[in-house]
């Protein structure tokens, strides 16, 4: 992909999260809406393929759009980038922006905790989405854990439980909540004028 690129924990293991902000040439907002839908059906298509989700300007005259693209690992996700049709649409895709898209691929929970990336969430947001995510997560696992891991020194019990609440919040609650709370979690910006 042309433009900025940060790219960070480039493992060939573990999701990985493709953040990219693109500021759209008047009059093309509706034809990139329609790309978004071919960028997300041709990658559906892809191996460790883990879903899509677009963030479009609420106001007509804002044309920044984020597009969030997981997958199952970097290999995976560059073996659609690097595909014909894949690196067709983001051809398309440069030629409908108006500026160099800013580019951001990282692993795990490593997103959530940079609040200099312009897609990223508030702080406050990402606390909150945590602490309640936690929360819930301990008060479920936990008392399934219980019966298993009582047997156990109380700190290697806490240990593990730990490690399956993380795992757990890595690659299945934070992913489907992003998703369902992306309008809310990410705030793109206005653009300048």
């Keep these: 992909m042309n433009g900025t690129t940060k790219t960070s924990d480039r493992a060939d293991s573990g999701p990985v999260t493709v953040v990219i902000r693109r500021r759209i040439k008047r009059g093309f907002a509706k034809a990139y809406e329609q790309l978004e839908k071919e960028i997300s059906a041709d ?5 460790g393929y883990l879903g899509c989700t677009f963030l479009r300007p609420e106001r007509d005259d804002d044309r920044d759009f984020v597009t969030i693209v997981r ?3 970097y290999k995976s996700m560059m073996q659609w980038e690097h595909s014909t049709t894949g690196s067709a649409l983001i051809d398309r895709a440069d030629a409908m922006s108006e500026l160099p898209a800013t580019i951001r691929r990282t692993t795990g929970l ?3 905790f940079n609040p200099r990336h312009p897609a990223s969430p508030q702080r406050w947001k990402m606390v909150l989405v945590l602490t309640v995510s936690i929360f819930i ?6 008392p399934l854990l219980d019966p298993a891991l009582r047997l156990l020194p109380q700190p290697l019990a806490f240990f593990i439980s730990l490690v ?5 919040l890595t690659y299945f609650v934070l992913p489907w909540l992003t998703a369902i709370l ?3 979690l990410y705030d793109v910006p206005r653009a300048e004028e």
């Design 43 to 47: 990658a559906s298509a892809f191996p």
């Design 110 to 112: 490593s997103l959530w």
């Design 182 to 184: 992306a309008k809310w």
């Design 137 to 142: 997560l301990a008060q479920l696992i936990t």
């Design 71 to 73: 997958f199952a690992s």
């Design 164 to 168: 399956i609440q993380v795992a757990l």
